[in-house]
């Protein structure tokens, strides 16, 4: 049984120890040994992230010492929004085997005209994008042309319905007979998926 480390990042609101955190930490458990880690800004107790570089080294001090406990046969960054962002930052400067993004914050502040595609473009990494329909953060029609013009073997799986944190709304999963349970098991798979055919 080959050795697979999940290395998981917090969005830029909320810590490793959020419920959502916890709650995916305990999924991505079934496929591989998980690691969660949070940044300066956040064990500091401020709310407003680091520049960029300060963020990639934490993320990466993560990633090392998460190396050194497990000594893995393969190795996933997996990111919540801001988390999975430096993931593909990371990844330029690191040897990992894919990146995963739960809601990739393409638009800073949810502006059209500002895009955070410059790493998405850099990466040679495979990477899955895991977005909802109604995530403002990531408007579908401009991640496909950024995925178009990607040199990665990109993915992605599209959360009918669900916001920015993959939440779809009670009315539509009563509406459909679905449960949010069963859209993340769903989730789940696809994540599974994509690392099994990767490492």
């Known amino acids: 049984m080959s050795r697979r480390l999940i290395l998981f990042a917090p969005g830029a ?4 120890s959020h419920p959502w955190m916890q709650t995916w930490k305990r999924r991505l458990s079934e496929i591989g040994e998980v690691e969660t880690f949070d940044y300066d800004y956040m064990r500091a107790g401020r709310k407003r992230p680091d520049p960029l570089p300060q963020l990639i080294a934490a993320h990466r001090t993560a990633l090392e010492e998460a190396r050194e406990k497990h000594q893995p046969d393969s190795t996933f960054l997996i990111g919540k ?10 990844s330029l400067e690191e ?3 894919g990146v995963v993004c739960l809601g990739y914050p393409l ?3 949810g502006n ?6 410059e790493v998405l473009r850099a990466l040679t990494t ?5 977005q909802g329909t109604r995530d403002a953060l990531c408007p579908l029609d401009l991640l496909e042309r950024v995925r178009a013009e990607m040199k990665a073997g990109n993915f992605l799986h599209v959360v009918e319905g669900s916001d920015h944190s993959l939440r779809v709304p009670k009315r539509q999963l009563q509406a459909t007979g679905e449960t ?16 099994s055919t990767l490492g």
């Open 13 to 16: 609101g909320a810590p490793s």
């Open 81 to 90: 929004s801001m988390g999975g962002r430096i993931g593909c930052h990371v």
């Open 95 to 97: 040897k990992v085997d």
């Open 107 to 109: 638009c800073a502040m």
């Open 112 to 117: 059209r005209t500002k895009l955070r595609d």
């Open 126 to 130: 495979p990477i899955l994008f895991v």
């Open 180 to 195: 949010q349970e069963g859209v993340d098991q769903r989730i789940l798979q696809a994540i599974s998926k994509f690392v």
